[in-house]
């Protein structure tokens, strides 16, 4: 199974001059976990839940932006790539999103919720169908009368 097969889209993205308490608002109300943060069409952060807390958006009042508190260290992948592969990239990196790309576009974003769907569905590997079988007869072809061998 690839990327592309359990990824969302499409992906919300922000500015890194944004108010964080916007962020959060906005986070709030599209009911996510991650937003990306691009400048200038190119990604430069990931703000997360745990980057919003309330905590930190009251104790500096409207003076944060994203980019005060977002992630530097954005890990992607191709939308091609398998399910496995995003998997043993975000346990090593101990991520809770992949942005996903392809031809060197944001397409879409793979979260821990994203796999967990998919591992409450069964898995990565389908059950191949099973193939009917056809059973016919063929006639013999008729010997020809008198002929000997």
Do not use: F
């Amino acid at each position: 199974m690839r990327v592309r097969e359990i990824m969302s889209e499409p992906v919300e993205t922000v500015p890194a001059v944004m108010r964080l308490k916007e962020a959060r608002d906005l986070m709030h109300g599209l009911r996510v976990h991650h937003l990306i943060v691009k400048e200038a069409g190119k990604i430069v952060g990931v703000l997360s839940a745990s980057d919003v807390a309330p905590a930190r958006t009251q104790r500096a009042g409207d003076e944060v932006r994203v980019g005060d508190v977002m992630s530097l260290n954005v890990a992607s992948i191709d939308q091609n790539e398998t399910v496995r592969k995003a998997a043993n990239l975000m346990q090593g990196r101990s991520i809770g999103c992949l942005a996903v790309t392809g031809e060197r576009q944001l397409v879409g974003i793979v979260t821990v919720s994203d796999l967990l769907r998919l591992l409450g569905k069964g898995g990565e590997r389908r059950v191949p169908a099973e193939r009917a079988s056809l059973h016919y007869r063929v006639p013999h072809r008729k010997q020809r009368r008198g002929a000997r061998w």
